[in-house]
């Protein structure tokens, strides 16, 4: 079974600055997908940015990007330049790559950007 | 763009009530899930269903059932109401497209059972 773990509950950040929210999962599986999902106080779900576990190259997506560590089963999202709008709980999740394959999520990051 | 709809955003219940909560997505999407969001424990999945009248069970079943006589409509239902059902609920779709795995998220019920 796999799991996923954020070890942060809570984070806080500058607005303009830079915060990293760290996740790091378990799985026997070699081909998965990874993702970030943003849940601002409206609850509306968004997915942030995907990574393909089969790509080196890590994603990125505007401000937002991540560092995949396949080795260490880490999958880490960097904001750069906060913006208050950041501010959502963050879920990081895991998928197979196979059909019929389901999401596992972290217990997620409350994340708050200051003015 | 996709969508998905939940009848409620708010619900409040007594013990022991029948619950039905649906779920409607317009995308025409093979998978759906029901998800329970509680404090410090992520999303937790409940049932889903990769086809009409297809069910799996998921980490969390207990106390819960699905119907999907359609296939853009997924229903939760809670037989008997209880307490420590009170929680946030998520329904999602995804298609079965592996290389286009993007699950949309309903907006949400809050259901409270007194």
């Known amino acids: 079974a796999q799991t996923v773990t954020q070890s942060q509950p809570e984070m806080s950040v500058q607005e303009a600055e830079t915060v990293t929210l760290s996740c790091t999962y378990d799985?026997?599986?070699?081909?998965?997908?990874l993702f970030w999902y943003k849940q601002p106080p409206s609850r509306q779900m968004i997915l942030v940015i995907r990574q393909e576990a089969y790509k080196q190259q890590n994603a990125t997506e505007n401000r937002f990007s991540v560092n995949f560590q396949k080795a260490a089963k880490s999958f880490s999202l960097k904001i750069s330049d906060s913006q208050l709008g950041d501010t959502a709980m963050y879920f990081c999740?895991?998928?197979?790559?196979?059909?019929?394959?389901?999401?596992?999520f972290g217990e997620g990051t409350q994340l708050t950007v200051n003015p | 763009d996709v969508k998905v709809t939940q009848s409620s955003r708010y619900l409040v219940k007594r013990t022991g009530e029948k619950v039905f909560l649906e779920c409607v997505q317009d995308?025409?999407?093979?998978?759906m899930f029901w998800y329970r969001q509680d404090p410090g424990l992520g999303l937790r999945l409940i049932y889903f269903s990769y086809d009409v009248k297809m069910k799996e069970k998921g980490d969390i079943p207990e106390g819960y059932s699905v119907s999907r006589e359609k296939k853009e409509r997924f229903s939760l239902i809670l037989e008997s109401a209880s307490t420590n059902q009170t929680s946030m609920y998520l329904c999602?779709?995804?298609?079965?497209?592996?290389?286009?795995?993007?699950?949309?998220f309903g907006p949400g019920t809050r259901l409270t059972v007194l």
């Open positions: 999740a895991f998928m197979t790559a196979r059909y019929g394959s389901r999401l596992t």
């Open positions: 799985t026997s599986e070699n081909n998965y997908y």
């Open positions: 995308m025409d999407h093979e998978n």
């Open positions: 999602a779709s995804r298609t079965n497209r592996v290389s286009y795995n993007e699950q949309f």
